[in-house]
């Protein structure tokens, strides 16, 4: 069984054969695009697993004419940057990610550096125009997909995914106009390519 929207059908009704598939098919791309981030095993392994819980808990919401492949990465880009977020106030994740930057900077500093980044990106989402804020909040923090927000608020697909696009730019452009000049990009740069609309290939 190959066939992505065959798997994605299986998943939906049940079939753990489907999901298996599906997780032989997916866990190694999506445990690399995590340790891109984190440089370390456990935080990358606890991605994978909590992508594929969240796949199994929702598995009667799928369509399987969207087909899962998109849903499943636009899950684990946001399990990613939550977990860079909770880096912010997790003494044990942000050691995790600490030790993947330069040695120039101490963990106090990256920690802050942390905290800054999640002010700065979420002043940025405030700013921006109220049903366009509605929109990307939908995607990055419930997690819907373009259809299924473009049911929920009566528009477009087509506008839904204009509105994610240009939110997501404005979100980069304002995150990086505004981080400091004298810490690491490293991190900065991890959490903003999390803003792109398609981090993956699919």
């Excluded at 065959?6 to 049940?14: C, L, R, Y």
């Excluded at 340790?35 to 990358?44: C, D, L, N």
């Excluded at 946001?78 to 977020?85: A, G, V, W």
């Amino acid at each position: 069984m190959d066939d992505w929207n065959a798997i994605t059908q299986g998943i939906a009704v049940g079939d753990s054969t489907a999901f298996r598939t599906c997780f032989d098919l997916l866990h190694q791309d999506i445990y690399g695009y995590a340790y891109r981030y984190f440089k370390s095993k456990e935080p990358a392994e606890d991605v994978v697993q909590d992508v594929f819980g969240a796949v199994w808990a929702h598995r009667h919401s799928l369509d399987a004419n969207q087909g899962i492949k998109a849903y499943i990465y636009r899950i684990a880009r946001n399990t990613i940057f939550n977990q860079l977020k909770r880096a912010t106030y997790d003494q044990d994740m942000r050691a995790f990610v600490c030790r993947s930057q330069s040695a120039q900077h101490n963990e106090l500093e990256e920690g802050y550096f942390f905290g800054e980044l999640q002010g700065l990106y979420e002043e940025a989402v405030s700013k921006l125009p109220s049903q366009r804020q509605l929109v990307f909040r939908l995607s990055r923090n419930e997690g819907l997909s373009h259809e299924e927000i473009a049911e929920r608020l009566a528009i477009s697909k087509n506008t839904v995914k204009d509105q994610i696009v240009k939110a997501s730019a404005f979100i980069r452009k304002y995150v990086s106009a505004n981080m400091r000049e004298h810490v690491s990009y490293t991190v900065g740069l991890a959490v903003l390519s999390l803003f792109s609309e398609y981090p993956f290939h699919v």
